[in-house]
């Protein structure tokens, strides 16, 4: 009847405009998903690596934990651990102008790493150490800040790096 080919034609339209509609959502969902993931797990950082290669569990056992290692006449390097909810070392001191290595991972769940103020943002992730290099230029306060949701304290895993003249 022709009442009913009016129905299959209005139901091929909706048909159509749905799997168009759908296949529109995946594209948009995996472009925000990997913009979220470059831009806001701060993997455009320019000078970080992370170590993934088969001699990481060694190098894990190195692992300074929470330690702050002079390397040079002006070079440092301070081992970092995020654990929720805190960071290790928790209170830092290092002189202006010094060129510093963090090397950075998670002892739990993934954390993000942020020296404000700078451009320094990394994830800290368990089992991975990122590795990150900085030289500060004014002295003072600079707080490192958890910018990763990981539970209750996530707001208060603050640490302190003191930049001495
Ligand atoms: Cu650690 Cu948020």
Known sequence: SPLES??????????????????????????????????DY??????????????????????????VVRTGPNAYAVY????????????????EGAEITFYVTSADVLHGFEIQGTPVNLTAVPGVVGTV??????TGLFRIICNEYCGMFHHAMVARIIVDP
């Open 42 to 67: 701060g993997l455009v950082t320019s000078t970080h690596s992370y170590a993934t290669d088969p001699q990481a569990p060694p190098r894990e056992a190195a692992f300074q934990d929470g330690k």
């Open 6 to 39: 009016a129905f299959h034609a209005s139901a091929e339209r909706h048909e159509r405009f749905w799997i168009f509609g759908v296949l529109v959502m995946l594209v948009l969902l995996t472009i925000g998903t990997m913009f979220y993931v470059v831009h």
């Open 80 to 95: 970092m651990v995020g654990r929720a909810w805190h960071w290790s070392p928790d209170v830092i001191h290092v002189p």
């Open 133 to 138: 290099k900085y030289t500060f230029h004014h």
